[in-house]
């Protein structure tokens, strides 16, 4: 009997110093197997190798804890699990914690602290939801980070996604995003925000109070510079150059610099309005459009697109301030829908656009493909399935509001406003003469690979100006009823995916399946697994348990 017992304690032991080896192992030895169909648990080549590069520690501080809902806590679980991902992978060089920004002792510090967050760039979030006990909460949360290495810190803003998704899928959206938004932090405070992006001067451009929050978008993860065309022999030092929304022909000197600019392997976005039309005249009967000539067309042809001289209307709209009549001598303001400004929700499944929230257009234009030798054509934006093209002559007015957006009118399907040209483009000028005062031993035919991106609105790129104190507001900040749009965020993607040299922009194509339970089967079906789930575990226990005890009692009256 006591030889049994001293079997059993060896064995004992022998388990229990074996479950203390291989935690040990795994502290030291993180293995990690994703068995998950679309490989949730697997980080990219190009974060992988950001991460193995490193050579100092990046410190996240996470400011989303605290009670939350089930929802936010899978998101937080999430966070914690690519942060972990991150750490394993670069040798514990990544550390991160989560902090409730709640957990002030008093009203007044716990103020303090929010002010902080939002004062450093941390988006708040209000969040209503019913607790356990099914109790209404209003409760303020902070879905982000402050990234920090050495003396340098910055936001990351972790909660993002199509608000056409409805609060669910901006939630599995902004997990999908997970990936990019860490990678990108580490990115930029390791010197890849350092990329040079030029804005062309001249033409009757947008003027500086238009361009103001377009300029401190792109500041904020990219130097800017302000450049003119004239007396310029060659376009250089640059990762891309903006072309913003130009009234006035740019003459073929100015072209030819931008074409070899591109065959050197450059990147070119262009922001083109195609027809010019005054608010101003749009009272009463209102006012004809008429085409801008900025000379362009043929250089967008060769390149592989046309923008046509249309408008775009879109149920799916934005709204202007129109006088609706007046009180005494006031005139009394009405906002009503203008469909001439399309809110844009329909993305493509590029990575510079994916799961973006919705931006705002001011008369935009469709844009058709035309054959272009080697040059892939990707769609980026496109308006709703209820339109309405105009073609010339384009009649503006605000009477025409009175004929309802009724979607049965707007029947021309979702019209394509943004592409992106990528492959080896062929010159404007191979078979023409090349501008005097240029060499022509130095002309390239035949280009480097590069990146053209054509957008058929060139006020995406303007942001409006307070009526109060006539400051200019944020990109994409509607001026009159303080809307948010994310024309911010579509600039600094589509520059990230332009200069881009490392491939992080494609983690943005990350896919995380939701598998939502048959809600009408769960309830049909509740009370039989929770049998299962509780009484049969229990039951198998009990079961082993009964069948050890047998063995033992067996096997010891045998040594006896």
């Known amino acids: 009997m006591n030889r049994g017992k001293g079997i059993v304690w060896l064995q004992t032991i022998t388990v229990l110093l074996s479950i203390l080896l291989i935690n040990q192992l795994a502290n030291r030895f993180r293995i990690q197997l994703d068995l998950t169909e679309e490989k949730r648990y697997t980080i990219s080549e190009a974060t992988k190798t950001l991460l193995k590069n490193l050579k100092e520690d ?4 996470v400011y989303l804890a605290g009670e939350l809902p089930s929802n936010f806590e899978r998101f937080q679980k999430s966070i914690g699990e690519m942060l972990e991902q991150f750490a394993i992978e670069s040798g514990n060089r990544i550390q991160f914690k989560f902090t409730d920004p709640a957990q002030a002792t008093n009203t007044q510090a716990r103020k303090q ?28 949360i902070f879905p982000g980070a402050l990234a920090s290495q050495g003396i340098n810190e910055i936001p990351v803003n972790l909660l993002n996604g199509s608000s056409a998704a409805g609060p669910e899928g901006i939630l599995n959206q902004s997990i999908e995003g997970l990936e990019y938004e860490l990678a990108s932090a580490i990115s930029q405070m390791n010197g890849g925000g350092s990329k040079r992006v030029a804005y062309v001067n001249g033409h009757s451009s947008l003027d500086s109070l238009d361009i103001a929050g377009f300029k ?66 749009a009272h009463g009967e209102g006012t004809v459009a008429i085409p801008y000539e900025t000379n362009l067309t043929d250089q967008l042809f060769r390149y592989g697109v046309r923008i046509n001289q249309n408008f775009v209307l879109d149920v799916n709209s934005g709204q202007f301030p129109v006088v609706s009549g007046n009180m005494g001598n006031q005139p009394q303001i009405q906002m009503l829908p203008w469909p001439f400004f399309p809110v844009l929700t329909n993305f493509s499944k590029h990575p ?54 009724r979607p049965e009118k707007f029947t021309d399907g979702p019209k394509t406003i943004g592409y992106l040209l990528e492959g080896k483009f062929t010159s404007l000028y191979a078979k023409r003469l090349v501008p ?45 009823t303080k809307t948010t749009y994310a024309n911010d965020d579509f600039i600094l993607n589509i520059l990230d ?19 939502p339970l048959d809600r009408v089967k769960v309830q049909k079906e509740r009370a039989k697994w929770q049998v299962i789930n509780l009484v049969i575990p229990v039951l198998l226990v009990l079961l082993i348990g009964g069948i050890k005890w047998y063995l033992r009692k067996k096997k010891f009256a045998n040594l006896d």
Request: hydrophobic share 35%.
């Open 436 to 480: 005097k005062g240029f060499d022509k031993s130095l002309f390239i035919e035949k280009g480097q690979p590069g990146k053209v991106i054509v957008i058929g609105d060139g006020d995406v790129i303007r942001n409006g100006l307070d009526p109060d104190t006539g400051e200019p507001l944020r990109l994409g900040v509607e001026p009159f």
């Open 216 to 281: 401190n978008t792109v500041l904020s993860r990219f130097e800017l510079f302000d450049i003119s065309l004239e007396g310029t022999q060659e376009l250089g030092g640059y990762d891309v150059i903006v072309i913003g929304k130009p009234t006035k022909p740019f003459t073929e000197r100015e072209k030819y610099l931008i074409d070899q600019y591109l065959m050197r392997g450059g990147n070119l976005i262009y922001f083109i309005d195609a027809l010019a039309v005054s608010m101003d005249s």
């Open 352 to 405: 510079s656009v994916r799961n973006l929230d919705a931006i705002l257009g001011q008369f935009v234009s469709e844009i058709d493909t035309v054959k272009a030798e080697g040059i892939i054509k990707t769609p980026l934006i496109s308006t709703s399935q209820y339109t309405k093209l105009l073609g010339p002559p384009v009649r503006v007015a605000f009477n025409d509001i009175g004929d309802k957006l």
């Open 497 to 515: 995916y332009m200069t881009d040299d490392s491939g992080l922009i494609e983690t943005r194509s990350r896919e995380v399946k939701i598998r």
């Open 58 to 61: 990046v410190f996240f501080e």
């Open 113 to 140: 602290f929010y002010q902080s967050l939002i004062d450093k760039g941390v988006q708040a979030t209000n969040l209503n939801y019913k607790n356990s006990d099914g109790d209404k909460m209003e409760k303020w």
